[in-house]
Every structure is written in C-alpha cells, then in structure tokens.
C-alpha cells in the first residue's frame, strides 16, 4: 500500500492514473484526505468537513472504475469554495447571514465536478461574499496560509492552535488555495472578480485559472459582482488546472451570460509549447515602488518563454491604471444590488423589528460584516440619484476603454502577455488594510484588468522571494483562448521548476 | 467628493442596514478614502465613449416561454426564518 503522504501529494493527473491502474482506490485516497484534513484544523481552511459524503462518493467511483465506467475525475477528492451552493450541505459565502442556509439545489459547477466523478472533501472558507485579498474578512475566522517566512516563530501550540504572526493565503478564495498548498485537496474550485483566484494562488505557490466570462456557468454560484464573476479551479499544477477547468466549465441554459461554445479539451494544450507566439509585456505594469525582485521575476519569465521559442514584444495598455479605481464603482454597485436580497424574510439571518423596515435594516446590520457593509454602502451611494452619471457610468466608460487597449494588443497579433501575479508575496495577518481600505485593494492592482476585460488570466508559480515565500507570474489571454494560456503556464512550470510547497508542520 | 455624517446615514437607510452613532465616522472615513481613490478617473476624457453593457459580446439567449419549473413550494421556504403554510411570514406591513 502506498503511504498515506504520498496519496496526498500526487497531483490530479497522477491520481488518475494510479486509481486506473488500481494502484489505490478512491477511497484510500479519500481516507488519506479525510485524515489530512482532521489534523490541519488549525489552518482553519475547511469551514464544513463532509468526510461521510466523501467516503460515499469515493465507493460509488470505486464501483464505476471496477465497471471500467470512470468520468474524467472519478474518484479526485476536492474541496469546494462555499461560494458554491452544494444541494444539502449548508452554503454561507463565509457569511454569518447565510450561517445556516442549506441549498436545496446543486450549482452547475458543482453539478458538473460530481457528474465527472468528483469526490467532496467539504467546503472551504473564504472572504465574506467573496470580499477581500487576505480571507480576514471571513465571518467563520482567517484562514491561516501553510507557508511561513524563513526563520519564522509561527507554530502549531500544544493546544493545535497557532501561535505566532502567521501569513494570510490571499483572498477571497483563501481557504481554497491554504487547502490546495497543505494537501488537503488535490483540487479546489474557486472564483474570482478582481483577483480572488490568481491572488491567492499566487500568494500558496499554487495555479489558478480565471477563464474568460462566460465559460464557466455561474448559476447556483452566491453572486458578488455579476459582471466580473468567474468560477475557477486551484490545483498544484498546470496540467491539473486544465483537466479540472474542463470539467467546471460548459454551456448552461440556466446561466444567459454562460456561452454556447464547446469546451476544449485543455488539457491537450498543456504540452503545445510557445514557439511562434507573441508574448506582449506591458510597460504600464511597470509601477512606481515595484519590488527588485518582482520585476526580477518577470524579466525571467519573458526569458523563459523567449527560450522556449516565443517572441517577447513591449505593449501598451494605457487605461491600466483606471482599472482598480473602476472596478470599485462597479464592483460595489453590482454588489449593492445582489446583496438586496439578504433581507431576513426568503433565507438567512433574521432580527425582528417594529416594522418591515425594521426587520430589514436590523437582519442586514447583524448578518454582514464591515467590509461587506462598506461595499453596499460604497454601492447604494454611486448609485443614487444625481451621482450615477459621475460614478457609475463613468466606470463603464473607463471599462470600454480598458477593454479597447487589450484588444489593439491582440490585433497586433499578441498571443499573450505577460505580467507579474501580485505587487508583494503574502503579507502577515492584520498587516494590511486596517486604517484605509484602498491599501488591500492595491493587491489586485495586476489581475483586475483582466476581469474588467472579461479576458482569461492564469497564475502560475514562477519563484521564492528572498524570504522565502512563492511568487507567481500572470499571463492574460485572448477572449475564449484558455488553451494558450495552459501551454505557455506550463513553459513557466517547467522552467521554474515545481514549487516545493510547504511540510505539514501544523499537524 | 466627500461625503458627510448625515448622508452616511441617508446612504444607510437606502442600503436598509441600521448603523450605530459610534459606527458613523467610521464608515464617513472608510467610504470617503474609497471616494478619493475613484477620484483619478476624473482625469480622462471620456467623450463619446459608450458605456458598457456587456464584457462579451453575445446576443442574450432567449427560451420558449413556458412553464419549465416550480411546483414545489416547500422547497422554497425551507431556508425561511418564518413560514405558514407555505408563505413567508413578515410583520403586519398593511393596517
């Protein structure tokens, strides 16, 4: 039998391979995450463990891979955002409004992952409503990343408990990337709006894809900003990434911004390599204070792709810099609009009032937490009446010009481009944003655009910092081509060389 | 711009989540950083620019239009803090 370690760190592909050849069953497998998950508690990446429904699902796809039925994920335990309404298993967003709401319908991902034989290992926490960059913003607790600074005191006590300053994993999908770093999944789902796929990906030393709106159905999915929200998988490979998008995206009648295309197989586009392509680097990515190192890492990671055959070209993607304050007028105003329905009557928390009024103003003030707070109000207010046109509409104007600068790059025959995934590694927990909002805000200064765009974007590890800590590259694609983004994502992993991710000290 | 303590309040109400006096200044700070952030797009001209609508372009998909759902009451007010027969309960909104 294969020791219980090695079940947990085989990659997707790996897994799949071994469970074909009967090397394991897919319930060993289950068993080693289920087991995994029990002793890292402290890092606080599960908001619900569902082990007896993992071990369900694990026999019946033991059951199929002995009648040589398996679907492209048979048997692969997954940990799943609670941003995805799973049917009967409680869905929070990791809000304390929705603490007890219990789906009586599956989304379409989720739907999809378990038609393909997925495995539930739970749900993951993650920032409230899918609002944040650190996952402090979570009504369930931070998630604690596996990763330590080099010489750091942070440690499990005695008690299990952390002791020490520890870093965030990055949000909004925080516990996705923790549990993907520290083995407690082979995969995750995740979402992102302005970075909360590639920032946390970028932060654990893991791959996150952000594919173009409307490849992924975003029904059944707790909606933040409907405009810029895509789904996503976090896995520890490019190769994963692909096999694991494959089966999250497809066409959806119920979702009208879900596309009608056919989904490639992706995966057949990992090994196509770069030769002949067009790498743009965009010189407004550039920014004032820019680490050494960052710029360091972007440097080599246009070398790399020039090495392995592909043309690195200077861009200009001038709007650049309206992307992040934009993305706060309309991000917030979606918002402001999908969170009108927490209203304590339909689900959720409820506080009584005199009135109807009450009873709302009162259930909305409990259930949210202040980050969410202040992003209804950021909304409601550059929605209102006399301040829609110098807000609102602007932002939108701003948005057709960001969009516009990509696609004059892409009609010079750019493939791709290139930039780094975060302005910093991971910071420590309360470290950032504190005092003025806009400082964590600044962490999706690079991957915002991309949502705005509605354009794929993936984050791929490319290197440590000199504390120690992973660094991840980004690259942004054209409209629906996810595939190049796969093959030049698996250049930098080559190149790089795999991240060695962290050892369980926490267990 | 900047907003003041009075269309914190008024912003609030709009938003139906009830604010406490000590949470006010607070939320003026925070909402009139972000304020100033989102500022900067003062800077560039926008004329004739059309505003967007949709990040794809695609044509709305259209159905039949048929009853293709439903029946199911139950399930629709199990997540419900209070229910009778099948109906949401709020307090008496009509005298």
Wanted: glycine share 10%; net charge negative.
């Amino acid at each position: 039998m294969i020791p219980v370690t090695e079940l947990t760190h085989l990659t997707i592909a790996e897994a799949r391979d071994g469970l074909k050849a009967k090397t394991f069953s897919a319930t060993e497998l289950t068993q080693a995450h289920v087991d995994a998950i029990a002793k890292a508690r402290a890092l606080n990446a599960y908001v619900l463990e569902t082990p007896e429904k993992a071990l369900a699902m694990a026999k019946a796809s033991d059951e199929k891979i002995a009648k040589g039925e398996a679907g492209a994920l048979e048997g692969i335990p997954l940990g799943i955002k609670d941003l995805f309404c799973t049917e009967g298993v409680v869905s929070t967003a990791g809000s304390k409004i929705l603490g007890n709401f219990n789906p009586p319908y599956e989304s379409t991902v989720t739907r999809n992952l378990w038609n393909d034989g997925a495995v539930m290992l739970g749900k993951l926490n993650m920032d409230e409503f899918a609002m944040g960059s650190s996952n402090e913003t979570s009504a369930f607790g931070p998630v604690v990343s596996p990763w330590r600074r080099e010489g750091s005191n942070v440690s499990a006590g005695a008690s299990g408990a952390i002791e020490g300053t520890h870093l965030v994993p990055g949000g909004s999908s925080g516990g996705s990337a923790a549990a993907v770093a520290a083995h407690l999944c082979l995969g995750a789902t995740a979402t992102d709006t302005g970075g909360s796929i590639r920032q946390p990906a970028a932060f654990t030393g893991t791959v996150g894809i952000k594919p173009t709106y409307g490849r992924v159905s975003r029904w059944g999915t707790v909606a933040f900003a409907s405009s810029l929200d895509q789904a996503g998988p976090i896995t520890r490979s490019v190769r994963d990434s692909a096999i694991m998008l494959r089966s999250m995206a497809s066409p959806d009648p119920k979702d009208t911004t879900c596309v009608d295309l056919p989904v490639p197989d992706f995966e057949a586009a990992v090994s196509r390599g770069v030769k002949g392509l067009k790498i743009g680097i965009p010189k407004e990515y550039r920014i004032d204070g820019m680490s050494p190192e960052i710029e360091q890492l972007w440097h080599q990671g246009a070398e790399w792709l020039r090495a392995a055959g592909a043309e690195i070209v200077e861009v200009s993607l001038p709007h650049t810099k309206y992307a992040l304050p934009a993305y706060y007028i309309v991000a917030p105003a979606e918002a402001s609009s999908n969170l009108a329905r927490y209203d304590g009557v339909r689900y959720g928390l409820r506080e009584n009032g005199r009135d109807i009024a009450d009873l709302y103003e009162k259930s909305r003030a409990a259930g949210f937490g202040r980050e969410v707070k202040r992003r209804i109000m950021i909304g409601t207010y550059v929605l209102s009446a006399g301040y829609y046109d110098a807000y609102y509409v602007r932002a939108q104007k701003l948005r057709t010009l960001i969009k516009r600068d990509f696609e004059e790059v892409y009609a010079q025959g750019v493939h791709a481009i290139l930039t780094p995934a975060t302005p910093s590694a991971a910071f420590g927990i309360g470290e950032k944003g504190s005092g003025d909002p806009v400082e964590m805000y600044l962490n999706d200064i690079f991957t915002v655009t991309v949502n705005m765009a509605g354009l794929p974007g993936i984050a791929v590890p490319a290197g440590l910092d000199a504390q120690g800590l992973p660094l991840g590259l980004q690259l942004i694609g054209r409209a629906f081509d996810e595939e190049t983004l796969f093959a030049a994502g698996q250049v930098i992993e080559d190149s790089a060389g795999r991240i060695r991710l962290p050892q369980a000290w926490w267990a | 711009m900047s907003v003041d303590e009075k269309t914190v309040r008024r912003i609030a109400h709009l938003a139906r989540i009830a604010v406490t006096d000590e949470e006010v200044p607070h939320l003026q700070g925070e909402i009139n950083a972000i304020l100033s952030f989102v500022e900067q797009l003062n800077e560039v001209n926008v004329e004739g620019i059309e505003p967007m609508t949709s990040v794809t372009p695609m044509v709305m998909k259209k159905r039949q239009d048929g009853v293709t759902d439903g029946g199911y009451p139950e399930k629709i007010v199990q997540n419900a803090p209070a229910t009778e027969d099948n109906f949401f309960l709020v307090p008496k909104v009509v005298e």
